[in-house]
C-alpha cells in the first residue's frame, strides 16, 4: 500500500473507482451519526457519488429522515465498509453538508422514476403506520436532499498474512501514517 499517494493507487481508490459498480462493497457504506440526544445511529446507505480530488461524497436522502435532525446538530458523520474480498476495513470521519430544494433540482433530474419513491412527503420515515403498506409513494422533490460528504480522515485495516492499518487526514494533505492494526 503507497503512502505517498493515498488518492490513487490503493485499495481506497479502487473501491471509491468502482462506484458505478452496483456490486462494489463501497456502494453499500453504513452511515453512522450522532442524535441530538446523543444516541449512535446507523444505517446503510447508497454511494451515489465520489470525487477523488476534494475528497468528498455524495448520498441522497429523505429530509425528513431522522438522520437530517442528527446532521443538523451535529454536521459530522462515519462511514464503515467491509469489504470481505479484499479483506479489508475502510472507515472515514466526514464533515456533512445538507442540500434540498433549488440547489438540487439537477440531481432530483436525474434521480430515477424507481428511486424516487423513497422522496415521498406525506409521512417521514420511521412514522408509525398500522400496516406495513400504509404509507404514500408519491414522489415530492421538496424532501429530496443531497448529503454532501467532505472526507476529514480515512481509516484503512488489511488482514493479510501480516496485519496493517494506515490513517490519511486532510488535515495532513493525505499523507499517510501507518498504525498498530
Ligand atoms: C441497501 C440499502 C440502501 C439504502 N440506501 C439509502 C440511501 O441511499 N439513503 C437513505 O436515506 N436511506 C437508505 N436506505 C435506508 C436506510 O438504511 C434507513 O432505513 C433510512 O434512511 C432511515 O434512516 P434514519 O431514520 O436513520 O434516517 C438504504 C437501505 C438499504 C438496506
Redesign the pocket.
Known amino acids: 500500500m503507497a503512502l505517498s499517494d493515498p488518492l490513487d493507487p490503493h485499495p481506497w481508490a479502487r473501491e471509491l473507482g468502482t462506484l458505478h459498480d452496483r456490486h462494489a462493497p463501497a456502494r ?1 457504506p453504513t452511515l453512522a ?1 450522532v442524535s441530538p440526544d446523543g444516541m449512535p ?6 454511494l ?1 457519488a465520489a470525487d477523488r480530488s476534494l475528497g468528498r461524497l455524495e ?4 429530509l425528513h ?4 435532525a ?1 446532521l443538523m446538530a451535529k454536521p459530522v458523520a462515519a462511514l464503515h465498509v467491509w469489504d470481505s474480498g479484499s479483506w479489508l476495513q475502510i472507515r472515514l470521519q466526514v464533515d456533512v453538508k445538507v442540500a434540498s430544494g433549488t440547489d438540487v433540482a439537477d440531481t432530483w433530474a436525474r434521480v430515477p422514476e424507481r428511486s424516487r419513491t ?1 422522496y415521498s412527503s406525506s409521512r417521514a ?2 412514522h408509525p403506520i398500522p400496516a406495513a403498506l400504509a404509507y404514500d409513494h408519491a414522489p415530492d422533490p421538496a424532501v429530496f436532499a443531497v448529503l454532501q460528504l467532505d472526507i476529514q480522515t480515512l481509516d484503512l485495516l488489511h488482514l493479510g498474512a501480516d496485519h496493517r492499518r494506515a490513517q490519511f487526514t486532510r488535515e495532513n494533505d493525505w499523507a499517510g501514517q501507518w498504525l498498530v492494526p
Open positions: 453499500h451519526t445511529k446507523a444505517r446503510t446507505v447508497v451515489r448520498i441522497h436522502t429523505n429522515s431522522s438522520k437530517i442528527d423513497a420515515p420511521g
